[in-house]
């Protein structure tokens, strides 16, 4: 097994764990997200950039998913508590 299959069975194991612990804190989300890259850029060193495109759109679609989810401080709200 060369270092570059182990490090696409180690991208794919982390999405695979932080897409099942998504329910449980918006940070897995985030990090699933991050995991989605590390497939991508798998994905495209080894030659096979559709598999590199679409975990690149995993990423962003999952980043968004994470930018909608987190939670938001009351103080980013601008003004004074009433």
């Not at 990423?59 to 009351?74: C, D, H, K, L």
């Amino acid at each position: 097994m060369t270092p570059l299959d182990l490090f696409g069975l180690f991208a794919v194991i982390l999405m695979l764990v932080f897409y099942a612990l998504e329910k449980r804190h918006h940070i897995f989300i985030l990090l699933f997200s991050l995991s989605c890259l590390l497939g991508s850029a798998y994905g495209f060193l080894q030659g096979a950039w559709p598999f590199g495109v679409v975990e690149l759109v995993w990423t962003v679609v999952v980043g968004w998913r994470w930018w909608r989810e987190r939670p938001r401080s009351s103080s980013s709200s601008g003004g004074p508590q009433a």
